[in-house]
């Protein structure tokens, strides 16, 4: 906690308290290295569980079926866990629940194995006696040892897919659930409608855009057209709001350049030629220049210093 600066916001959280994904990513990636432990996230759940209920997953439970339970999982998944998308599909026999994270993620191996195990355990609880899982697929890279996340999940596992997909064998999915309350049922769709309405409204514009520019960080001659294309609203209109919070493209592109290479530098083996291109960098030179501006030093020199920070 003390690596990632959690150490002082633990003291001040509660239940309602946030912290960031990056943040949290970041956390489970230190924990799995000072374990030496490629499953650390994997280990929790199976030993801590999945964890408290919340809205979500109480909807989930207590839905008329499975395939509402899915459907409500799908819609209101982004309230306890930040998301780019999210889905569902039931057909026939099988229902998949899918979703990613934001592009600008990259420590993203523990958190994916944490919260698709933890996902999985919550929508378990209520598929009924009848649902076993099929298949997984797992937007992270692929262990050294494959073997021991089959072992795991019991199923195939596909690795370095866009989305994560939980994919159940469900019986029939629409036999009326035990658990099923109407009333309740109704009362915790309205809390998570308003919960989820009140998110969306605290999302804020500069997070939109920079996923944008993070999706696309590889395109070296990358533009403010492209990134307006792709937010859907036009080069004049996005200048101005960004402007309006005090920031011009070039800068927002610029931070979250800084920000991947923080976490490439620190959480992976990458040559600093293959963190360059990555990073959308015409050449290594240019990449050096620009750590030179962000960290005072070049990024070999950043990354040793990091390394022997700990981090």
Same mark, same amino acid.
């Given at each position: 906690?003390?690596e990632c600066?959690l150490d002082r916001?633990r003291r001040?959280?509660?239940?309602?308290?946030?912290?960031?994904? *990056?943040?949290?990513? $970041?956390?489970?990636?230190?924990c799995a290295?000072?374990?030496d432990d490629?499953l650390?996230?994997?280990?929790w759940t199976?030993?801590?569980?999945?964890g408290?209920?919340n809205t979500?997953?109480?909807?989930?439970?207590?839905a008329p079926?499975?395939?509402?339970g899915?459907?409500v999982?799908a819609?209101?998944? $982004?309230?306890?866990?930040d998301?780019d998308?999210a889905?569902?599909?039931? @057909?026939g026999r099988?229902?998949?629940?899918?979703?990613?994270?934001s592009p600008?993620l990259?420590c993203?191996?523990?958190l994916?194995?944490?919260?698709?195990?933890?996902t999985?355990?919550?929508?378990?609880?209520?598929a009924? #006696?009848?649902?076993?899982l099929v298949?997984v697929?797992?937007s $992270?890279?692929?262990p050294a040892?494959?073997?021991?996340?089959?072992?795991?999940?019991g199923?195939p596992v *596909?690795?370095g897919?866009?989305? =994560?997909?939980i994919?159940i064998?469900?019986g029939?999915a629409?036999?009326s659930?035990p658990?099923?309350d109407?009333d309740?049922?109704?009362?915790l =769709? @309205?809390l998570?409608?308003?919960r989820?309405?009140?998110r969306?409204?605290?999302?804020?514009?500069?997070?939109?855009v920079?996923?944008?520019i993070?999706?696309?960080?590889q395109? #070296?001659?990358?533009?403010?057209g492209?990134v307006?294309n792709?937010?859907?609203t036009?080069?004049?209109?996005?200048?101005?709001r960004?402007?309006?919070r005090?920031?011009t493209?070039n800068q927002?592109h610029d931070?979250v350049?800084?920000r991947?290479?923080?976490d490439l530098?620190a959480?992976?083996?990458? #040559?600093?030629?293959?963190?360059?291109?990555?990073?959308g960098?015409?050449?290594?030179?240019n990449?050096?220049?620009?750590?030179?501006?962000w960290?005072?030093? #070049?990024p070999s020199?950043w990354r040793?210093a990091?390394?022997?920070?700990? *981090?």
């Open positions: 906690m003390r600066g916001a001040e959280m509660s239940f309602s308290g946030y912290i960031s994904l *990056r943040a949290h990513a $970041r956390m489970l990636e230190a290295r000072h374990c490629e650390f996230a994997l280990r199976r030993m801590l569980g999945a408290a209920e979500v997953s109480l909807a989930v439970r207590h079926d499975l395939r509402s899915f459907d999982a819609r209101f998944l $982004r309230i306890a866990v998301l998308a889905g569902a599909e039931v @057909e099988t229902a998949s629940l899918h979703f990613a994270f600008e990259v993203r191996n523990q994916v194995d944490r919260t698709v195990s933890k999985l355990s919550l929508l378990m609880r209520s009924g #006696p009848d649902a076993r298949e697929e797992l $992270r890279d692929a040892n494959t073997a021991e996340h089959e072992a795991f999940f199923v *596909r690795y897919t866009r989305a =994560c997909r994919t064998h469900t029939d629409d036999v659930n658990f099923y109407a309740l049922f109704a009362a =769709c @309205e998570n409608q308003r989820l309405a009140d969306r409204r605290a999302d804020d514009f500069i997070a939109v920079s996923d944008a993070a999706a696309r960080i395109e #070296p001659g990358l533009t403010i492209d307006a792709a937010v859907a036009s080069v004049r209109v996005l200048q101005r960004l402007a309006g005090g920031l493209f927002l931070s350049r800084r991947m290479a923080e530098l959480h992976t083996d990458f #040559p600093v030629s293959e963190i360059a291109f990555r990073l960098f015409s050449a290594v030179g990449f050096t220049r620009a750590a030179r501006r960290f005072g030093c #070049p020199e040793r990091d390394s022997r920070d700990g *981090r």
